[in-house]
């Protein structure tokens, strides 16, 4: 048993496209047509030629602000209500039909709400001719003098054209002319009076730069697109009587001997991968006329299909396709060349897409709000594709279009794909009804423009020499009169003779022989057909001399035709050297390009390299500073250190030398003392043994102030004398003014109920420094308690600056130090020295650290950034050294 197996077709691989950079963007036209009446609203302001303005009429809803919004859009070009249509197609349609006849594809649509006048900038009027009109009289203005003979190009039903044989292509025009149904075309056509006079003889146009060397074709076809499916308006539908005739709906049609619902097409792709309509009819048009005259009798049709569907004309898109086919002459410059690799097939397709709306505003129902639906969605696929392809181009992305979504984008989906020009003109109706329908025309025309359409590659021109049709030419007349003309005696003598001798041609005498014994008929015959077989003779030699003429004639002209070949194929060579030479200077300028491009993706490294450098010597550098200035402080705390070291040294020692003294003094005392009770000893004893026994005297020891304890003093105020209530007054600080302060005020403080008070206004007041507190004020002041020398409580207001360090934080300098200081009357006012106070108890600290003023202010305060500790507070107290 045979297993089959399902093989999937190998994808055909996408033809590689020639790399192209040069873009150009979709170029988009406004144009604005008249109102209806007078007195209608207008909500749509040309402010200049490539810029309107929309106004929101009066019954629309303001935005949040209660204003109305006014809107701007740009265009290439935008066209007034007096733009004529010559103008219209001079800007928009001209540059397409130039390209066309240089074998470049191009695609023109109409845009815009249903009656913004699409179809009559399309088709025109009589006398007004439309878009499409004009471009047909232009071609063939262009092309009028070369095209070739009817069905020497023929459609091969692939989206391609063959080259006919001259005898094929005679026995087509015969089977055409002995078709009863197809008429010849007369020397005068009579034309419909519905599109006569489209355009006049002087707004005619013609392309510049037509190869004279090329023969050209015209081929027209035109489709429908209606609910997504595509109808070829000019098949020929054969009428079937018996069997009934349904529309696309389902309903039986009103007559059906009038019309016949055409099959639907599909697209095909072709070898280039581009897209057709596949068994579309394509008719061969030799003139303007008959070229719109076959429009008008698919746009007929199509009136008819709209009466019978009962739908209007603008539910459908339809699409007119303009094909060129050119082929070069061949070397003698009289046929088509035989090769259908040399055909070049352009096209311009004319298309007028069906008008936008809102069915919420129409009220559509039923097969009419299917249709409505079915264009919207169209028309949002556009809008869609249009939308991925400008994301793609600006952000750099490759998402995939979308146009199998649609019939319309489907089909000209090469030529945003760079097969061609894309031009848009939008038609706008300024009255206010279509404001909010106008308004997302604008929005997608404004996004269009957006896009860029890759430029079309020139196509490759055949290698035959130029100006071969008029060489052809001129080779025709000048034979033509070299043997008309009597150019010597023996061309004369022989013209002479062959007149003669053809006028020397009697006829035969009479055949019929009367009786065996007529001796006159057969001589008779036998001499003249002696005398016709001598004229033979002459007549062969004559024109066995005018063919040797003829021979050398033509030995001459290919000795010529040699001598030109030979300096072609010179001039070729030398061609081919000069292309030899711009090839190699353009792989050199290719390989400088990447030279350079790699020495600048070098410089680029090395700049960022640099700047890493640089930016790591600014950090080193700050960093140096940073510790430049931080070793700097470091200096001057190692200098303080040193200076207070030498002030503890020096009270040290001065204290050690008072204490040596005092002691020393307090021996000589003591051995004083004993000294003395031994003398009073030694008295009383030798007054007892001399003198015996006498009044005793006690021995009075000699006091010393100095010997006398100071009496101790408590930290609490001295009573005050009682007496009349005295009002409470409040000092103010010398400097409080109106900066912001910080009071600062530690908790160890001991509250004196003295009068006077030190009272700063507008101060925030902490118990312990904060970064928060700091960075709202100017200045700063400590409250700072110590025990005088006399041992009464002095207070001291420390009071300073407030900076910004760099790291962030704050810093406080201090300036000035104000001194409290009470006194009680009953105590002595002088100073307790400090030899009073007896020697240091171990672990204690020693008189001097903290007494003095500068030592005890010499405060510091800094915040640092990113500390959740608060700001760090630093004391640094130095003794102050006294004078000797």
Not at 214 to 225: G, K, L, Q
Not at 301 to 313: D, F, M, P, V, W
Not at 680 to 693: P, R, Y
């Amino acid at each position: 048993m045979i297993r089959q197996t399902k093989v999937k077709t190998p994808r055909r691989p996408a033809p590689k496209k020639p790399s192209n950079t040069q873009k150009d963007p979709v170029g988009v036209y406004c144009r604005v047509r008249p109102l209806g009446a007078e007195d209608e609203e207008c909500c749509i302001e040309v402010i200049s030629n490539t810029t309107i303005q929309l106004h929101a009429p009066d019954g629309l809803k303001a935005n949040r602000n209660g204003e109305y919004k006014e809107t701007q859009y740009s265009f290439k070009k935008v066209f007034g209500i007096k733009t004529t249509q010559r103008e219209l197609f001079e800007d928009v349609a001209k540059p397409l039909v130039e390209d066309l006849t240089h074998c470049k594809n191009g695609l023109l649509f109409t845009y815009g709400v249903t009656g913004s006048g699409k179809t009559h900038t399309m088709t025109g009027s009589p006398g007004q001719g439309g878009l499409l009109p004009r471009s047909l009289d232009m071609i063939f203005n262009s092309i009028g003098p070369y095209q070739a003979k009817r069905f020497v190009f023929k459609p091969d039903d692939k989206n391609g054209m063959e080259v006919q044989t001259q005898v094929d292509a005679l026995l087509d025009r015969q089977k055409r002319d002995s078709q009863t149904n197809v008429p010849k075309t007369p020397s005068r056509r009579i034309l419909d009076p519905e599109f006569a006079d489209m355009i006049s003889p002087e707004e005619a146009y013609k392309a510049d730069g037509v190869d004279e060397d090329s023969s050209y074709s015209v081929f027209v076809s035109y489709i429908e697109i209606y609910n997504n499916y595509i109808y070829d308006l000019l098949e020929e539908t054969p009428f079937d009587p018996i069997k009934p005739k349904w529309n696309v709906a389902g309903i039986p049609l009103r007559h059906n001997t009038e019309f016949i619902q055409p099959q639907s097409k599909i697209l095909r792709e072709d070898q280039n991968h581009n897209m057709y309509v596949a068994g579309c009819t394509e008719v061969e048009v030799k003139s303007t006329e008959e070229a719109f005259e076959v429009f008008w009798r698919g746009q007929k049709k199509r009136r008819i299909a709209n009466t019978q569907l009962n739908r209007e004309s603008s539910r459908s898109h339809s699409v007119f396709i303009i094909k060129l086919a050119q082929a070069p002459l061949d070397a003698d410059g009289d046929n088509v060349l035989q090769d259908k690799n040399q055909v070049n097939v352009s096209q311009l397709c004319l298309v007028d897409l069906a008008g936008s709306e809102r069915t919420s505003r129409t009220r559509a129902e039923g097969s009419r709000l299917r249709e409505a639906g079915n264009i919207n969605q169209s028309l949002m696929t556009l809008r869609t594709c249009i939308e991925v392809l400008r994301e793609n181009q600006m952000c750099g992305m490759n998402k995939m279009v979308p146009y199998r979504d649609s019939k319309v984008t489907h089909l000209f989906k090469n030529y945003f794909d760079g097969e061609g020009k894309v031009r848009m003109v939008v038609c706008v109706n300024p009255k206010a009804d279509d404001y909010e329908e106008t308004l997302l025309v604008m929005r997608f025309a404004e996004m269009t423009q957006e896009v860029e359409v890759a430029r079309p590659v020139d196509r490759p021109i055949c290698g035959f020499a130029a100006g071969r049709r008029q060489k052809n030419q001129a080779f025709k007349e000048e034979l033509t009169h070299r043997l008309e003309e009597r150019g010597g005696p023996v061309d004369g003598e022989s013209q002479t003779v062959l007149s003669q001798l053809l006028q020397s041609f009697t006829p035969l005498p009479p055949c019929e022989i009367s009786g065996p014994n007529d001796d006159v008929t057969l001589p008779k015959l036998i001499e003249a057909l002696e005398k016709r077989h001598k004229i033979r003779q002459m007549m062969i030699g004559e024109y066995n001399k005018t063919a040797n003429m003829l021979k050398s004639i033509l030995q001459e002209q290919d000795s010529n035709v040699l001598s030109k070949d030979n300096f072609i194929q010179e001039q070729r060579g030398k061609l081919g050297e000069k292309d030899k030479m711009i090839q190699n200077q353009k792989n050199e300028i290719d390989r400088l390009e990447k030279k350079s491009k790699m020495l600048e993706y070098k410089i680029e490294i090395l700049q960022k390299t640099t700047n890493i450098y640089e930016e790591d010597k600014r950090s080193l550098r700050h960093e140096l500073e940073s510790r430049e200035q931080r070793l700097q402080r470091e200096v001057s705390d190692k200098r303080r250190m040193e200076a207070r070291m030498q002030g503890i040294v020096t009270d040290a020692k001065l204290k050690w030398e008072k204490e040596c003294e005092r002691r020393v003094n307090a021996k000589q005392l003591e051995m004083q003392n004993k000294l003395w009770v031994k003398d009073e000893k030694l008295k009383q004893l030798k007054a007892i043994v001399t003198e015996g026994k006498t009044e005793n005297r006690q021995p009075h020891r000699p006091s010393r102030e100095k010997d006398k304890d100071p009496p101790k003093r408590s930290a609490s105020p001295s009573p005050v004398p009682t007496g009349p209530p005295v009002r409470p007054l409040h000092r103010r600080s010398h400097s409080a003014g109106g900066e912001r302060w910080v009071d600062h005020k530690p908790t160890t403080n001991v509250d004196l109920d003295t009068v006077m008070q030190p009272n700063i206004p507008n101060a925030i007041k902490v118990t312990a420094p904060s970064e928060k507190a700091l960075s709202k004020c100017d200045k700063y002041v400590l409250t700072h308690q110590e025990v005088a020398s006399d041992g009464e409580i002095q207070t001291k207001l420390i009071k300073g600056e407030v900076f910004k360090t760099r790291g962030g934080g704050q810093s406080v300098q201090f300036t000035d130090i104000e001194t409290l200081k009470q006194e009680s009357p009953i105590s002595a006012s002088r100073k307790r020295r400090s030899a009073e106070t007896g020697p240091a108890q171990e672990g204690e600290p020693m008189e001097g650290d903290w007494t003095d003023v500068e030592t005890r202010c010499s405060v510091a305060v800094e915040m640092r950034t990113g500390s959740n500790l608060g700001p760090g507070y630093q004391h640094h107290g130095y003794p102050k050294r006294k004078k000797p």
